[in-house]
């Protein structure tokens, strides 16, 4: 643990505030929806910064647990080394522990999870043993045909994870990061085979989610086809 002797003060001053702010939210348990390229890690940082929330992707949660070797880490390490799938059991019970820790305090937004109705049922099981529950699941909407435009035109600048757009937020010169000028680049599943069939993984699993939490009256539709700016105004009125 740093010495707080060695902190500057503004940035003590700082965290004290941040937590004097969060102290005064409302608790949010949240789950966005969409299929890939609908905006929901665009929205995801400022909801979170917003409700003081964590922002739980599965995918780094369970990164994570190996690297700390945690007896759930130890167990999705010896299925994954195996080649096989980690179960959901063990997936809804590394959210489970990052729910103990502090950031996650005032709640989460949970990121690619639940991919299915058998995870989404594993995960009420666990919250309702912890007297809680999903307050909202925000559905980001949108046609197909405008993913395949905005995944096919996306380029990354690796090392900050700065997206650009080559129609709707082009670099101001050509394939280079505007701030370091190194070279941009296009994800491998960035095209229109891979999303075809992430899409069609999307809808025939993911799908029933969506009609699983409308049944529960937790669920909004996000219109997402709009601008980013639009779609921030729509998750705000969601939430408020």
């Known amino acids: 643990m740093a010495d707080l002797e060695d902190v500057q003060t503004v940035d003590l001053m700082s965290e004290l505030l941040r937590r004097l702010k969060c102290a005064q939210k409302p608790d949010k348990r949240l789950i966005f929806i969409g299929p890939p390229g609908s905006g929901k890690g665009t929205q995801s940082p400022m909801v979170k ?12 949660m369970l990164r ?13 390490k010896e299925a994954m080394d195996k080649g096989a799938l980690v179960t959901d059991e063990l997936v809804v019970g590394i959210i489970d ?4 820790k ?14 299915t109705v058998a995870q989404a049922e594993k995960l009420d099981e666990m919250l309702k043993k912890r007297g809680t529950g999903i307050d909202k699941v925000l559905n980001f909407a949108i046609d197909d045909s405008v993913l395949e435009e905005r995944i096919t035109g996306r380029w990354i600048h690796p090392s900050s994870g700065r997206s650009y757009h080559t129609k709707f937020a082009p670099p101001k010169t050509p394939g280079v990061d505007d701030i370091t000028g190194e070279p941009l680049i296009q994800r491998k599943d960035d095209n229109a085979e891979v999303l075809r069939s992430r899409l069609a993984a ?16 937790v669920l909004t539709n996000i219109k997402a086809e709009k601008p980013p700016k639009e779609v921030t105004s729509e998750v ?5």
């Open 102 to 115: 502090p950031k996650c305090q005032k709640g989460f937004i949970l990121d690619g999870f639940p991919r």
């Open 97 to 100: 522990e990052a729910m103990n």
């Open 64 to 76: 994570a647990a190996v690297a700390s070797k945690t007896p759930l880490g130890l167990k999705a």
């Open 202 to 217: 999307f809808h025939s699993q993911t799908e029933p989610v969506i009609d699983y939490y409308a049944k529960k009256s």
């Open 236 to 240: 705000q009125k969601a939430l408020s």
């Open 49 to 60: 910064d917003e409700y003081c929330l964590c922002h739980l992707s599965t995918g780094d």
